[in-house]
């Protein structure tokens, strides 16, 4: 067979052999794979860290007799973030036991990515449960000859390569890539069943961390009076929760259970939301990023619904549709605007697409005189590229991933954090104008010029930013510096940032090496305090910042229930299966749950069947990963348990 040389030509050497084959596809996919000849890929160096199982894994011994995915990935890249849906489905479908078997090789971009710990949070946040290395110093990147993220390799049961698949939307091919390679390597008796030594991830999560798990965004909303609410998204709980100042719980929004759906706050769901604007104090608007969709929530009416999207993940690079119709991809922040003829605009920063979006509430001429409908929703800056371009032509400017919007009102303006640039930029409202603040490189196509430098311009250097907040007087923003594990403020006049630094005032436990971890939001308070959603701290922090721009005072938020009822689901649909109880500390703490089914009788499940399970809590101070499934062979949950005001408290948990 003419091929070319090079692995990463193989995918459109099959496709070319597929389309020019008079066999069937299947039939021609195991014909390409009696004749491909790659070199067996060499095993995994000794020595580093995994996650999801209990030993290291080798080609050797583990994965012998396997069909591998290797999934090359960094936790920052929201391409590689997109295929974890299309692997999880692939691997709900083909079992560890069936001959798959799914990896996650870590080849960092950033250097906060290349820790261990730093990766564990990811893979706990993104609810990976295959295995997953560490690969350092790009050893298993370099031996398969790996350029880009994300890429998928498929190998045989011998470590040999099949084919190799770059970037993004692939599942159907793999799919069936991986199907008839299992047919023709059974065929051959090639195959294995043997289990392998997994074990969760989310068994490390800290003993302590309260309800939050990974919160994301933080926002606020204050009336006249100074009554203020605040709203943060608990992303790992797939939840809102509402909070006064003083950390009172007072409403829980979403059922804790990822999904789309739209109804009352108790019942709706969402998927990692993120980005989080109030309207006023009825209305809250949420980018519901893994579910690819905008959401809105009336508090007063007691209501949840989609105004974006259909819960699919849309390539789309210009929008114009309404509502629903509109796909959009992974919208990580949100702003309200208000234009100068007094009509409300929701800006989006799309970090799937890389480029900036709005959604029109009622008909508005804008910028350049151009007219947008009602319920409309399409891009308004970025060309789509991944680039940190700065341009007069809103169309001609470039993002990379923005995650982080911030509101100037007085200057007309908005400030983006841009995240794979590691740079903030402005967006003018009057004419769309992009430009550079602090951070990155003035050459576009560099996305790699981050570090950890207080400056001014393109001297400044940041590491993977993702939340900007406005001071109160708009002089200011202040930003989540989040691999760098900083927050900073950058003065707006004078493009200029500098990281604020801690007073002898702080306690010397709060001046620790973790005092903040990954932060991803952030927003200033009424009190004219930072609060900051510490995202792998699984907390809020607040901050009271001096004159000198020093952190004087670090407070975690203490979240404590404020209402009587949980999520609320209605048991009468349900078989309840009790488990026995459990005596547990007054100090709250975590909790592991393993839960198998043996059947009797020869009763079995049917394979095509569906089935489904979730846990329903006490009340919102309550949480639990994973929250639900859609198999129960070998139900494996972590549960964090508040602290209680009695001693001891019985536990009773019911599997729906």
């Not at 804008?366 to 169309?395: D, F, L, M, T």
């Not at 930003?479 to 900083?486: E, F, W």
Request: charged fraction near 20%; include cysteine.
């Amino acid at each position: 067979m003419d091929t070319e040389d090079h692995i990463m030509y193989s995918h459109d050497v099959i496709s070319k052999y597929i389309l020019n084959s008079d066999l069937p596809r299947d039939l021609a996919v195991i014909e390409y794979f009696k004749k491909v000849k790659y070199a067996p890929v060499g095993d995994f160096k000794e020595g580093l860290e995994w996650f999801n199982v209990s030993e290291s894994l080798s080609f050797s011994k583990h994965l012998k007799g396997k069909i591998v995915v290797l999934d090359f990935f960094t936790y920052c890249c929201i391409n590689c973030m997109h295929i974890l849906p299309d692997l999880k489905d692939i691997e709900n479908e083909f079992s560890i036991e069936d001959g798959l078997v799914v990896i996650g090789v870590h080849s960092a971009k950033f250097i906060n990515e290349k820790n261990s710990k730093n990766i564990l949070a990811a893979v706990q946040r993104y609810n990976i449960s295959h295995p997953v290395v560490n690969d350092n110093t790009s050893d298993m990147w370099q031996k398969c000859e790996v350029n880009c993220w994300p890429t998928l390799l498929l190998l045989g049961p011998n470590a040999n390569p099949l084919i190799m698949l770059m970037g993004e939307g692939h599942k159907e091919d793999l799919k069936m890539y991986i199907k008839n390679a299992l047919n023709y390597y059974k065929s051959r008796k090639e195959i294995s069943n043997h289990s392998l030594p997994l074990k969760s991830a989310f068994h490390l999560l800290p003993e302590l961390k309260g309800p939050l798990l990974f919160p994301g965004k933080i926002t606020n909303f204050a009336d006249n009076d100074g009554n203020e609410l605040i709203a943060i998204s608990d992303t790992g709980n797939h939840r809102i929760l509402i909070v006064t100042y003083d950390g009172s719980i007072i409403q829980q929004i979403g059922r804790a259970a990822a999904g789309l759906k739209d109804g009352s706050l108790k019942n709706a769901e969402f998927n990692a939301p993120q980005g989080l604007v109030f309207q006023n104090k009825d209305i809250l608007f949420v980018a519901d990023t893994e579910n690819h969709a905008i959401r809105k929530i009336d508090l007063k009416n007691n209501k949840v619904e989609t105004l974006v999207g259909n819960g699919i993940q849309g390539h789309d690079h210009l929008g114009g549709k309404k509502g629903k119709a509109q796909p959009i991809s992974s919208p990580w922040d949100l702003s309200l605007y208000e234009t100068p003829t007094g009509k409300n605009v929701l800006i989006i920063a799309m970090a799937g697409t890389h480029q900036i979006w709005a959604y029109f509430f009622e008909d508005t001429e804008w910028w350049k005189s151009i007219q947008y409908k009602a319920g409309i929703c399409r891009v308004i800056a970025g060309s789509g590229r991944e680039e940190n371009r700065n341009n007069q032509y809103p169309h001609a400017a470039a993002f990379a991933q923005p995650s982080g919007l911030a509101l100037c009102k007085k200057n007309k303006e908005v400030y983006i954090a841009d995240s794979e640039s590691s740079s903030i930029r402005r967006l003018s409202l009057i004419d769309g104008k992009v430009t550079a603040v602090v951070g990155g490189d003035r050459n576009p196509n560099n996305l790699f010029a981050f570090g950890d430098r207080d400056g001014k311009l393109y001297d400044a250097k940041l590491q993977h930013i993702l939340g900007l907040a406005i001071s109160n007087d708009e002089n200011y923003l202040y930003v989540a510096d989040t691999y760098n594990h900083k927050i900073k403020k950058v003065d707006i006049t004078q493009n200029n940032i500098s990281t604020l630094q801690i007073t002898s005032t702080v306690t010397p436990a709060n001046k620790s090496a973790n005092l903040f971890n990954e932060p991803a939001g952030l927003c200033v308070s009424n009190a004219n305090t930072v609060l900051v959603a510490d995202t792998n701290n699984h907390c809020i922090k607040i901050l009271e910042v001096d004159s000198n721009d020093d952190i004087k005072y670090i407070k975690t938020m203490e979240l404590q229930l404020d209402i009587t009822d949980g999520p609320g689901i209605d048991k009468s649909k349900y078989e309840i299966i009790p488990v026995k109880s459990v005596d547990f500390n007054c100090k709250g703490g975590k909790l592991i749950v393993q839960i198998n089914f043996n059947f009797v009788g020869g009763l079995k499940l049917s394979e095509d069947a569906p089935q489904k399970w979730f846990i329903d809590f006490p009340n919102a101070s309550w949480s639990c990963v994973p929250m639900s499934g859609t198999s129960i062979d070998n139900i494996d949950l972590v549960l964090s348990v508040p602290k209680l005001s009695a001693l001891i408290h019985a536990i009773q948990k019911a599997l729906l």
